[in-house]
């Protein structure tokens, strides 16, 4: 609650200072070799300073994080400890240059909210899939995917093909 309020606050200062108490409290203990924070309280910890409004609370607290030592007894070994620090961070990472970039976009706008939109024309026919009767059960849409190439043919009402 502590971590969340100085988020909050955008207290720089305050984020640095909780991020040094909890290295020194973890040095302190004497822990052995491998122990540190639960993977689970390290990834709340990070996931917190992505939803800080204010960014440079939000980076220094990722950086005071990321660099926390992280329990070995939660991985199969030191390497993929290392592996998931190093990956997990960089998502964090991502996540808080993110929100940063909308928080400052929607500060620029002065608070006046907007929608990007693009108009384009469409040149390509209404296709409709339309069978009667029996032919209903053996209709296989699930086979066309996304991407598929489809072949149209002009029909007659009767449904003969036509050219």
């Not at 990834?43 to 960014?55: K, T």
């Not at 998502?91 to 928080?103: F, L, T």
């Amino acid at each position: 609650d502590v971590w969340q309020f100085a988020l909050a606050l955008g207290d720089e200062g305050a984020v640095r200072a909780l991020g040094a108490a909890l290295r020194e409290r973890l040095e302190g203990l004497d822990l052995p070799e491998g122990r540190g924070l639960p993977p689970h309280l390290w990834e709340q910890l990070l996931d917190a300073c992505a939803y800080a409004a204010c960014s440079g609370a939000a980076r220094i607290g990722v950086g005071v994080i990321h660099r926390l030592p992280l329990s070995a007894d939660a991985f199969a070994a030191a390497a993929h400890r290392y592996y998931f620090q190093h990956f997990r961070g960089l998502i964090a990472w991502e996540r808080v240059g993110k929100n940063s970039a909308a928080v400052a976009e929607l500060q620029a706008t002065g608070g006046q909210q907007g929608i990007a939109c693009d108009v384009e024309r469409c040149f390509f026919p209404y296709v409709s899939l339309l069978a009667g009767g029996d032919s209903v059960a053996h209709l296989r849409l699930s086979d066309i995917r996304a991407r598929d190439t489809v072949f149209l043919q002009a029909c007659d009402d009767a449904g003969a093909a036509v050219g």
